[in-house]
Every structure is written in C-alpha cells, then in structure tokens.
C-alpha cells in the first residue's frame, strides 16, 4: 500500500524546507535506508533517507522549491498503484490520476476532460500580480458574489499585496461562476481567483480541463509582457487607483508607476499615459522628460546636477536567513536585554598559549580559552546558566555552551555538551571539528540544540567591542572582541600591554546587574590566569 511522505522536521526551528536535490525520481525502485533527497533546513542542507520501501511513485516538491514541515513530499507504493486519492486528498481514486500522464501511453488516455477546451465566453481570472514585488495576494473582500451579474469595469474585490490593499476590476462580463479563494486566504500570483462565465456553465469542467490554446482574451496582470505595443502590460493592472492632485484634477496611474514617480519626484500630471483608457504605467514614467524650465531674469548661471542610473538587485531570504530574523526578533523584542563591559589583560594568555601549543598535536585558540573559562564561570554563578519559563526559571545543572560560527548563508551555533569537563585541547579539537562542518553544512540537529550559554567572537575580524543579541532560550550571550596592543598602566608605569573587551549580554528577567557583573570578574580571571584553569 502506498504510503505519503511529507516535509520532515529536521531541526528545532524548522518550520519548512527547501528540496535541494532529488537522489531518486520516479520511477526508480527505493529500499528503506536509500537516500532520498538533500533538504535545505534553516540551519544545514542534510540527507533524507527512506524509512519504506517500494517505487516512488510522485514527487510533490521539485528541486528547489520550499514547502513548510507536513507538506507532501513524495509517494511510495508498489508500481502502477493508484494513487490519485492521494494527491488530491479524495476518499477513493479518481477515474483519472494524475500521476498516470508518464505512465500511460498517449494513445490510452480515454479522459474527456483532459483536452476540454475552455468554452467560448468562459474566462478564468488568475491571481493577478498588483505590485513590482508582489507574490502572493490575500482576498481581503469580495464584492460580488457567486451567482452575481459582472460587467466588464465592475469591482470584483478587494486585494491585499506586499505593499497595500487595492481594488481589481473584472476585464469579463459575465456571470461570477466560482470563487477559488475565499476572504482572508492568500494564494500565489496566477493562482485561479475566479471564473466568469454563461449561467449553467459545467465549472468542474473548467477547473479540470487543460486547454489546448492559450485563452483569447487575458487580464493585463495575469501577463509579464504586452502582445503588442498597445496592448495592457504587467504593470498596468487592474487596481490602478487616481492620484488626486492639489487641483483637484484626477490622474490614472498604475501602483508600479505612482511608486517610480515618487521616487523619481516626476509630477504625474505632466505624463502621457499610454495605458487602456490613458492610464500611466512604468514605461511612462521611465520615459518621462520634463519640458524645459523657462529661464528667469534672476537666473544668473546654471547649476550642474549629477545625473546616474538608480539600481538594485533583491534576493529571494533563504530558510537560514528567514529563521535567523525570526528567532534574533523574537529575542531582541521580547528579553529584556542590559548589557556590562569589560577589559582585559591577556599578556598571561598569550604566554600561557605559546607554552601549550608547543606541545606534540596540540593547538588552543584565544577563543577556546574563553570558552573554557565561562563553562568554569557558569559553574560557580548558575543563576547565569538559567533559562526563563514564564512561571518559574529553568536551572541548568548542566553546561553547554554554543560556539557561534558565520557561515555563507548566515550563522549557527553548534553545541559544546558538558564544557566545564572538557580539557582546553578537547574544546579546540571539537570547536574546529564543528566549524568545518558547519560551513560545509553538515551539522546535525543534535549538534546544534541544547546550549546554556552563547559566545560570539568577532576578534579575528578586529573588531574591538560589540554587542550580541541573546540565544533563547539562554539567558546571556559573550561577545568577544580583538586582543589590542597599547599602552597600559602596570605597577604604576605605563607599558605596552595586551588587552581584550568581552560584552555580556543578559535576559534582565533572569540575571539581575550585580550577578552578572559577579560573573564578569569570575571569567576576568579565569583568563587572566589561565593556569587555574588547566587543574
């Protein structure tokens, strides 16, 4: 029997996935532990094996594509199953599977609807694409209703893009004939809004025929070219709104256009619209040249203006990136951060890491020394290796602390378990060990979940001081700036010394000043000394 595989967790903070790469297709035979696809999660591309076996029968998600957690992934069953009560969620199989079309040879298909052609006075209304940067749109309102008289002009409803809500007009006369998204759900750009047609029209029909031609007449939006020069074009759209202006004259433009002239401070009532009906589009703008000022008696010399072409690129977030924002907002907005400063000296620890790393296979950075001395600090003030709950507050007896490390798409936090136990050399070993694997993306879920304390280093970069923003759900996070050569005080002589800033950042909820500036100078001298912390 067949059996549905969806989007699988496959890190705390997943919230979907993005199909980097299929190992297998269709068609191909799959035994249980045979890699199925490579997966994007928020935090590393990682391998998905198969717990089934069987013939994959449906690929829901391409090469990619994202899709949340539980989305349907794939299909396996036995070969030639039907499956179409699968994919369309059906309680029995449909007379026609979808899957069937590379199955069964051309000559075979029997199926009507199939190659139903749209009939004459029929439209489908996509989606339509409202704003430059528009994806998806939410129907906001709808102001007609199924069974509803539509005449070409007439208000079908009210939708809302990434940027505002605007009204889209029917380019059909008709009868409303069915509505594909409902008030308040949101669908991608050239998703089925609606169809408009003759009373008594078989819908079910046109929802499930595949055209053999391309439709006769197409609403602008729905386009990302004109077909002639004077046609409607994909910035022309439907929701067009008038600009009033302080004469009360009304000018048509399209949101695309009202946003380039108000950047560009092109007065609207100067342009030609060549738009349906004179409305002003993009290419109206862009092509705009302002008639020349007239000279004035008190005009003495000209002023030379710099002239340069406007540019920019965006670039779709990936998970990483997405999750990233999510989890630093939800933190920054929600604990309430304080942050305490201190310097310092680090000519023991420069000393003391020439000695051990002079030692057979042995290499110890500055930073594995700090992390070693907050796992020693955390030990002796728990209430920083805490964790707020809401009604009470969660004592580690625990210490982990997490190592963070940049890498292409953004930053992750792999997981020292049990710091405290382990040896100045351990800790460097594993910190490399999980760096490497963090830039090459193959940190596990457990490598990354479960820290008590964050240290975030920036040194290596010169950076001398910075502020981190806490790790929920610890309750502080180090950040470490560069060791600086200058001129220091010492036995009341100014020499040259070495010093380094640390800034802690703590959850006010749980760590209160004084505790953490306790912590502060515990760490202080674990470092300073960094022969207490090898007994």
Same mark, same amino acid.
Request: aromatic share 6%.
């Given at each position: 029997m067949a059996e549905i595989i969806n989007m699988p967790r496959l890190s705390d903070t997943m919230e979907e996935g993005t199909v980097a790469k299929w190992l297998k297709q269709v068609g191909d035979k799959? &035994? &249980?532990?045979? /890699?199925?696809?490579? #997966?994007?999660?928020?935090? =590393?591309?990682? %391998?998905?094996?198969?717990?089934?076996?069987?013939?994959?029968?449906? /690929?829901? #998600?391409?090469?990619?594509d994202g899709a949340p957690v539980d989305t349907l992934l794939a299909i396996i069953g036995e070969e030639g199953e039907d499956i179409s009560a699968l994919i369309n969620g059906a309680s029995a199989p449909a007379e026609t599977p979808e899957v069937a079309e590379e199955e069964t040879p051309a000559e075979e298909t029997t199926s009507s609807e199939a190659t139903t052609e749209i009939p004459e006075g029929v439209e489908v209304v996509k989606m339509p694409r409202l704003s430059d940067t528009m994806e998806e749109g939410t129907v906001a309102t709808w102001l007609k209703k199924v069974g509803d008289k539509?005449?070409?002009?007439?208000?079908?409803? &009210? /939708?809302?893009?990434?940027?505002?809500?605007?009204?889209?007009e029917s380019f059909y006369s008709g009868t409303l004939l069915y509505v594909g998204i409902q008030e308040g759900e949101s669908s991608p750009v050239d998703a089925v809004l609606a169809v408009i047609g003759p009373d008594g029209t078989d819908v079910d029909a046109i929802l499930n025929s595949k055209p053999a031609s391309a439709p006769k007449k197409e609403a602008p939006a729905k386009t990302d070219a004109p077909s002639a020069p004077a046609k409607k074009e994909a910035e022309t759209v439907a929701a067009t709104a008038p600009v009033n202006t302080n004469d009360g004259q009304r000018v048509f433009a399209s949101p695309l256009a009202k946003k380039i002239a108000s950047e560009k401070g092109v007065n609207l009532t100067q342009v030609k619209g060549t738009g349906d009906n004179g409305r002003i589009v993009k290419k109206d703008v862009e092509n705009f040249v302002p008639a020349p000022a007239t000279p004035t008696a008190s005009a003495s010399a000209s002023v030379a203006v710099p002239v340069g072409q406007e540019g920019f690129e %965006?670039? +779709?977030?990936?998970?990483?990136?997405?999750?990233?924002?999510?989890?630093?907002?939800?933190? +920054?907005?929600? =604990? @309430?951060?304080?942050y305490l400063n201190i310097e310092v000296d680090m000519d023991n620890a420069k000393a003391s890491r020439v000695q051990i790393n002079s030692l057979p296979d042995t290499k110890v950075s500055f930073n594995d020394m700090v992390v070693k001395a907050c796992a020693m600090a955390l030990i002796k003030h728990p209430q920083i290796n805490t964790s707020w709950k809401g009604d009470t507050t969660m004592f580690n007896k625990h210490v982990h602390v997490g190592v963070a490390v940049a890498v292409e798409d953004g930053l992750v936090v792999p997981v020292l378990k049990f710091t405290d136990q382990m040896a100045l050399s351990q800790i460097g070993g594993s910190v490399r060990e999980l760096a490497g694997k963090a830039r090459n993306k193959?940190?596990?879920? =457990?490598?990354?979940?479960?820290? $008590?304390?964050?240290?975030?280093?920036?040194?290596?970069?010169? !950076?001398?001081?910075? $502020?981190? !923003?806490?790790?929920? @759900?610890?309750?502080? #996070?180090?950040?470490?700036?560069? /060791?600086?050569?200058? @001129?220091?005080?010492?036995?009341?002589?100014?020499?040259?010394?070495?010093?380094?800033k640390l800034t802690l950042a703590c959850d006010h909820r749980t760590v209160d000043g004084a505790t953490a500036a306790q912590f502060l100078q515990t760490l202080k001298a674990f470092i300073e000394n960094p022969v207490t912390m090898l007994a």
């Open positions: 799959v &035994e &249980e532990g045979d /890699i199925l696809a490579e #997966i994007e999660t928020d935090k =590393a591309t990682m %391998e998905f094996e198969s717990f089934q076996e069987g013939t994959l029968l449906h /690929i829901g #998600i391409q090469e990619g539509v005449e070409e002009g007439d208000i079908l409803a &009210e /939708i809302e893009t990434d940027k505002a809500t605007m009204e889209f %965006e670039v +779709k977030n990936n998970q990483m990136r997405k999750v990233i924002a999510k989890r630093l907002g939800e933190s +920054k907005f929600t =604990a @309430p951060h304080y193959k940190l596990t879920p =457990a490598e990354m979940e479960g820290s $008590t304390f964050t240290v975030s280093n920036l040194g290596m970069f010169g !950076i001398e001081s910075f $502020t981190s !923003i806490i790790n929920q @759900p610890n309750s502080a #996070i180090l950040s470490v700036g560069a /060791i600086i050569e200058k @001129p220091v005080v010492k036995d009341g002589q100014i020499v040259v010394g070495n010093t380094m």
